[in-house]
């Protein structure tokens, strides 16, 4: 008895220490360079529809998975022909087909983009940039940082947000 009960208990143990290895489905990825760093959630496509329907058009998107994004400077910047001061900010977008709307709030640890209505009063920079093409579908999310810019890249779109120091 002693012995099957044991059994059971390493079994369950085993069971329950392999599920909590599982991969999160949206892996918080850090990208950074000398002077930026960016932390975001990566969703991927799974086979969905992304600009237009998942994230739809003229709304507000925290601009990767969970938590919004947080860009930091770790130096003053011109963020696409804004001066920024050194700092952390969540970064939201406004996509469309043509361009897209790229903010920066001083409002952190907003979960996704639900209360951004109340803090948009927040906003330290809104540019609007155009969209470009990807030379291939992205499956994943990828936002990248260099001290030159931030590109923001999934499914078959690619924002480039320039910056200068």
């Known amino acids: 008895m002693k012995k099957s009960l044991f059994v059971l208990l390493g079994f369950l143990f085993v069971a329950s220490a392999s599920f909590a290895q599982k991969a999160p489905a949206s892996p ?3 990208t950074e360079s000398e002077n930026v760093k960016v932390v975001y959630g ?3 496509k799974k086979g969905r529809e992304i600009f237009g329907s998942l994230v739809p058009f003229g709304q507000v998107w925290r601009t990767g ?6 860009v930091t400077f770790k130096k003053d910047v011109n963020f696409a022909g804004t001066k920024v001061k050194a700092g952390t900010y969540s970064l939201f977008t406004i996509p469309s087909s043509t361009e897209w709307t790229v903010i920066l709030n001083s409002e952190l640890k907003q979960w996704g983009a639900y209360e951004y209505d109340k803090i948009k009063g927040k906003n330290v920079a809104e540019v609007k940039l155009p969209v470009r093409g990807t030379e291939g579908v992205m499956e ?3 936002i990248t940082a260099s001290d030159s810019q931030i590109a923001i890249e999934w499914d078959n779109a690619r924002v480039m947000i320039p910056l200068k120091w």
Do not use: F, V
């Open 65 to 70: 998975a969970n938590a919004a994004t947080e």
């Open 140 to 142: 994943k999310l990828s």
């Open 42 to 44: 990566q969703p991927s």
């Open 28 to 30: 918080t990825i850090t």
